[in-house]
C-alpha cells in the first residue's frame, strides 16, 4: 500500500510466523547479496536480531549475508548530536520557575506539574509539526500549528497547555523538537533501500519519519497486524480484545472461536491471597520450567514489588534472573545514603536518621570497623541517656567524652558545612551535595560501585545541564526534585547472563520465549500505558489532539496477543488480597478468562500451587532452668529485681545475669513512666523549697507548685505541643495533692527527704555478700522520729490496693529494709485520683522481715546451684518470650505450653 513515492507498508500477522514471513519478503526484495548488504534494516529492538537473522538463514538455506541493522534512535544519535537543543532539564527548571512566580499550583504537586506538561509539549511537537527541513521550517510550522489550535473553542486547561507549549517552543528547541530535525538529516543522507520492521502499529514519529525517507530511497516497512491472523489462536484473541470495535457481542465472538485455540495446557491465571504466595508461586514455577529444560524465559514485571521478591527467592536458591529494564536509581543502597544523608540535615539530626546513616557502609569507611561499631554504640548510648531526639550540635557536645562517637560527629559536622542549606540554583545544590559526599568519605566506595558510579555520572552530567540557571531554589524544593529524578533515572547491571530475564511487556514485542510469567496483572498495574494525569485528563488530551486511553488500550491488548502468540507457557498472577481489600484482574485477562469460559467451559484459572520447601519438624523443648556457680550470681539486687526474679526465676536469669535487658531508647513523646519521673522531680523541688507547708496561703503553693511543673514540661511541650495532654493531666491534681499535704501534717508526718538512695549489705550462709539498693521516692519524718517511706505512683487507687495486699509485691518491704528499723509507716500515694490518698501497707515491718529473710535464703540457694525456671505467668509482656522458648517448650500438666 503506498504511501509516499516509494514506500510500502506490509501488514502480516503478528505471532510466531512474523519475524520469518518478514525475512521471506526481504531476501524476495533483494536476493542480490551484494544489494543486500548495502541496504539498512531498521528493528525496533536489537534483541530481535537473531531471530530474524536465523530466520533469514532458514529461508536461504545456509549462512548469507544481512542487511546493516540498527534501529531507530541509533540510526538518528549522530544527528541528533550535531543539533543544539535545550536539555529537559533546563526546559523543566524554566517552567517551574514560571509557573511557581504565578501561584497557579500548589508548591508540593509543581515539579510533577511541570514534568508533565513537558511531556504534553513534546507530544504536542511531534503531532503537530511533523519533520522541519531546518530550524526555520520548525519555527513555520510550529506557528502553523498553533495558529490552527488556537482558532478552536478550547476549555482552559487546554488552551492554557497550548499556550505554555508556545511559549516553551521559543528560543533554543527542546531535545524532541532536535530529534524530528535530526530525523530528517538522516533521512536525507540515505542513499539504498530501507527496510523497517514495526513491532506494532506505526506511532507518529516512526511513521513521518518513514515517509520522509521514502522521499529518498525506496522504504518497505513490515507491520504486525491482528486483523489478519487466520489461525485459530487469533481468532480467540480477536474474540477476546476486538480490533477497531468489531461490532458482534462477546457470546456471538466467543462461538466462533475454533476448537485448536484451546490454551488450557498452556496458559494458567492465578490469585494469589498475598505478595509473598505470589512471588513464591512465580518462583517454584521458574524452577519447574528449567527443570524441564526451557532456556528462554521471561518474567514481565507489571508489579515491581512481587518480581522483586520473587526475584529475590530465585537467586536465594541459586537463580540468576536477568534485568533488562534495571533499577529506578532511588532504589539502590547508593540513593538510599543520599536520602538518609538530606534527612539528617533536614531534620538537624534526627536521632534514628543519624544512626542509620552511620551505618552505611558508604560513610566514613576509612575508620576503623571496630572503632566504628564503638562510635555507633556510643552515640546510640547518649541519644538515650540524654534523651536527645535532634541537634547535631548538643550531639557533638555530648559525643566530647568519647573519642570514636566523636570521629563520627565529625563526619557528619563536615558534611554538613559542605551543604549549607541557605538557597541556591540547581548545579550549586548538586555540586555542594557531590562536596558533602565528599566530606563523608563516599567518594571512593561510589566509584567502585556500579550504582554509584552511574550515581555520580549522573551528578556531573546535571550539573553540566544546569550550569547555566541562576534562579535559586530552597533545599526542601530541590529535595522534591531530587527525588523525582532520582526515581526517573535507571540503573541496569551488566554483569548478569541468565536464561531467565526481567523485562517489562512492551520489550517481550516480537520475541519468541519458552515460558512466559506476568507478574501483578491486577488493575492498577497491567494498565493501559497512560501517564497519570494531574492537569491534562483524557479530555484535554482529545481536544489537544493527542492519543489518549483508546489508543493505549489497543496497544496492551496487542503486546498481550503476541507474547501470548509467541511463548510456549505461560502464567499469569495477580496479589488477589492486599491489606484485607480485594483487587481485582486486568481487564484484559479478564475478558479472555471470560472468552476462553464461554468457548471451551474452562476460565483458566487454577489454584496457586504449594510451596514445596519442607518445614523442620516442631520439636518439644524442655523447660529452662540454667543453675550458677556462685562466682556468676550476682552480688547486688534492687527492688525491681527481686520482683523479676519472683515472677519468674529465669526472666531474672536472662535480664541480671545474662545482662540481656532492654536497651535505653530515645523518648520522643512522653509516656507514663516519662510523666510519672516528670511529676517526682516536681515534688521533690517544690518539697525541698516547702518542707511544711503550715499556715502558707494555697495561692502561693499552687504558684510554686505550678513554676515548677512549667520548669519541667515546658521543654517538652516546645518540642511537641501535644505533651501538653500531660501538663493539663497534672496541674488538675495541683489543689487535691496539696489538701493531701496538710491533711498528712495534722496527723504528725512532715516531708525529710527525697530521691534517697541507699545501699544495705547482708551476709549469706556460705560468706557471700549481697547488697540491696533502692532510691527512695520520699520519706517523712513522724512522731517520736519515726520515720515513713513513701512512693508516688500515677496508677488507679484500686491497682495499688491490689498491690498492697499482694504478699508477691515487693517494692514497698525492700525500701522499708533499706531504711531500717524506725519505719513505722509504707505506703503508695495515689496521684492520679481526683483525691490523692495514700494506701498504707499493715505491719511494714513484718512484711520487711518476711522479704529479707526470703531474699537471704533464695541467694543462699542460687550459689548451691538452685535452678532458676521459666515459670512465668505474665509471659505475653516479657521481652525475653523467645528466649526462653516459651511457644515451644513441651506441655506439662497445670502449665501452658
Given amino acids: 500500500m503506498a504511501q509516499g513515492a516509494a514506500l510500502r507498508i506490509i501488514a502480516l500477522p503478528p505471532g510466531g510466523d512474523f519475524l520469518a514471513a518478514c525475512a521471506r519478503h526481504l531476501l524476495e526484495a533483494e536476493p542480490d547479496p551484494l544489494k543486500r548488504a548495502s541496504t539498512r534494516l531498521i528493528l525496533p529492538n536489537l534483541l530481535l536480531a537473531a531471530d530474524l537473522r536465523a530466520a533469514m538463514a532458514a529461508r536461504a538455506g545456509g549462512p548469507l549475508i544481512l542487511p546493516r541493522i540498527q534501529t531507530m534512535p541509533a540510526a538518528i544519535a549522530p544527528w541528533l548530536e550535531r543539533q543544539p537543543h535545550l536539555p529537559d532539564s533546563r526546559r523543566l527548571y524554566a517552567l517551574y520557575q514560571a509557573l511557581r512566580a504565578h501561584r497557579w499550583v500548589e508548591e508540593g504537586a509543581l515539579w510533577d506539574v511541570c514534568a508533565e506538561l513537558i511531556s504534553l509539549f513534546d507530544e504536542l511537537t511531534l503531532h503537530g509539526v511533523g519533520l522541519p527541513e531546518n530550524l526555520e521550517d520548525f519555527q513555520a510550522r510550529l506557528e502553523a500549528a498553533y495558529a490552527l489550535k488556537a482558532e478552536e473553542p478550547l476549555r482552559f486547561e487546554a488552551r492554557l497547555v497550548h499556550t505554555l507549549w508556545r511559549a516553551d517552543a521559543e528560543g533554543t528547541p527542546s531535545r524532541a523538537a532536535a530529534r524530528l530535525l535530526a530525523a530528517r538529516a538522516w533521512a536525507a543522507s540515505l542513499d539504498t533501500p530501507l527496510y523497517g520492521v514495526a513491532e506494532g502499529r506505526l506511532g507518529a514519529f516512526e511513521r513521518q519519519v518513514y515517509e520522509v525517507c521514502a522521499e529518498q530511497v525506496p522504504v518497505t516497512v513490515f507491520v504486525p497486524d491482528r486483523r489478519l491472523a487466520e489461525d485459530a489462536l487469533g481468532g480467540l484473541f480477536r474474540a477476546a480484545w476486538p480490533v477497531d470495535g468489531e461490532g458482534e457481542s462477546l457470546l456471538e465472538r466467543a462461538a466462533q472461536v475454533r476448537p485448536e485455540a484451546r490454551l488450557s495446557e498452556r496458559f494458567s491465571l492465578l490469585a494469589a491471597q498475598s505478595l509473598e504466595q505470589e512471588a513464591r508461586a512465580v518462583a517454584l514455577q521458574v524452577r519447574r520450567w528449567l527443570g524441564e529444560g526451557r532456556r528462554r524465559i521471561v518474567l514481565v514485571a507489571a508489579d515491581r514489588v512481587a518480581s522483586r521478591r520473587a526475584r529475590a527467592l530465585l537467586e536465594r536458591d541459586g537463580v540468576l534472573v536477568e534485568d533488562e529494564t534495571g533499577w529506578k536509581l532511588s532504589t539502590t543502597r547508593v540513593a538510599a545514603l543520599i536520602h538518609a544523608w538530606l534527612g539528617v540535615l533536614g531534620s538537624d539530626g534526627y536521632h534514628r536518621d543519624v544512626l542509620d546513616l552511620l551505618k552505611s557502609p558508604f560513610v566514613a569507611p576509612a575508620l576503623d570497623p571496630a572503632l566504628k561499631a564503638e562510635g555507633l554504640e556510643a552515640l546510640a548510648a547518649l ?149 497519570r494525569p494531574i492537569f491534562a485528563h483524557e479530555a484535554v488530551r482529545a481536544e489537544l489532539g493527542l492519543p489518549g486511553q483508546a489508543e493505549a488500550r489497543a496497544r496492551l491488548q496487542d503486546d498481550l496477543a503476541c507474547l501470548i502468540s509467541m511463548s510456549e507457557r505461560v502464567m499469569v498472577s495477580w496479589q488477589h488480597l492486599r491489606a484485607g481489600e480485594v483487587i481485582l484482574p486486568s481487564p484484559a485477562m479478564d475478558l479472555l478468562s471470560l472468552v476462553h469460559e464461554q468457548a471451551f467451559g474452562d476460565d483458566l484459572r487454577r489454584p496457586v500451587p504449594v510451596w514445596a520447601e519442607p518445614l523442620p519438624p516442631r520439636q518439644p523443648q524442655p523447660r529452662p532452668a540454667p543453675s550458677l556457680r556462685p562466682e556468676q550470681v550476682p552480688v547486688r539486687i534492687s527492688a525491681s529485681g527481686l520482683a523479676s526474679l519472683m515472677a519468674c526465676p529465669y526472666q531474672y536469669f536472662a535480664r541480671y545475669v545474662l545482662g540481656l535487658g532492654a536497651e535505653d531508647e530515645v523518648s520522643e513523646a512522653l509516656e507514663k513512666s516519662d510523666y510519672g519521673q516528670m511529676v517526682h522531680t516536681i515534688l521533690q523541688r517544690f518539697h525541698q523549697r516547702y518542707p511544711r507547708l503550715g499556715d502558707r496561703p494555697q495561692a502561693e503553693l499552687l504558684a510554686a507548685l505550678e513554676e515548677e511543673s512549667q520548669a519541667l514540661f515546658g521543654p517538652a511541650i516546645g518540642r511537641n505541643f501535644l505533651e501538653q495532654a500531660w501538663a493539663v493531666r497534672w496541674l488538675a491534681r495541683l489543689p487535691a495533692y496539696l489538701d493531701w499535704q496538710r491533711a498528712r501534717e495534722k496527723e504528725g508526718w512532715y516531708f525529710a527527704r527525697a530521691e534517697v538512695w541507699i545501699t544495705q549489705e547482708y551476709r549469706l550462709p556460705d560468706g557471700g555478700v549481697l547488697s540491696l539498693e533502692g532510691r527512695l521516692d520520699r520519706v517523712d519524718q513522724g512522731p517520736e522520729g519515726r520515720l515513713a517511706v513513701l512512693d508516688y505512683k500515677s496508677q488507679t487507687l484500686a491497682r495499688l490496693r491490689d498491690k498492697v495486699a499482694d504478699p508477691d509485691d515487693v517494692q514497698l518491704a525492700v525500701y522499708t529494709l533499706l531504711r531500717g528499723a524506725q519505719v513505722a509507716q509504707a505506703a503508695y500515694v495515689a496521684l492520679d485520683e481526683p483525691r490523692v490518698q495514700a494506701v498504707v501497707q499493715d505491719q511494714p515491718e513484718d512484711g520487711a522481715r518476711q522479704q529479707e529473710a526470703r531474699l537471704i535464703n533464695t541467694f543462699a540457694a542460687l550459689r548451691q546451684g538452685a535452678p532458676l525456671p521459666a515459670h512465668g505467668v505474665a509471659c505475653d509482656w516479657c521481652e525475653m518470650r523467645g528466649l526462653c522458648r516459651k511457644d515451644y517448650q513441651a506441655s506439662t500438666p497445670g502449665q501452658h505450653p
Fill in 383 to 531: 541519644y538515650a541517656r540524654h534523651n536527645l531526639v535532634a541537634g547535631l550540635d548538643e550531639l557533638a557536645e555530648r559525643a566530647r567524652e568519647n573519642p570514636a562517637a566523636c570521629a563520627l560527629v565529625d563526619v557528619l559536622l563536615s558534611g554538613r558545612n559542605s551543604l549549607p542549606r541557605y538557597p541556591a540554583p540547581p548545579a550549586g545544590w548538586l555540586q555542594r551535595l557531590r562536596a558533602s559526599l565528599g566530606a563523608l568519605g563516599s567518594q571512593p566506595l561510589l566509584e567502585a560501585d556500579g550504582a554509584g558510579k552511574a550515581l555520580l555520572e549522573w551528578l556531573e552530567t546535571r550539573c553540566a545541564e544546569l550550569g547555566a540557571e541562576t534562579a535559586p531554589i530552597g533545599f526542601g524544593e530541590w529535595r522534591i526534585w531530587l527525588d523525582r529524578e532520582l526515581d526517573a533515572a535507571m540503573f541496569r547491571p551488566r554483569n548478569v547472563d541468565s536464561p531467565v530475564i526481567m523485562t517489562h511487556l512492551a520489550a517481550t514485542r516480537l520475541r519468541r520465549f519458552d515460558g512466559a510469567l506476568i507478574i501483578g496483572a491486577d488493575v492498577d498495574n497491567l494498565a493501559a500505558e497512560t501517564p
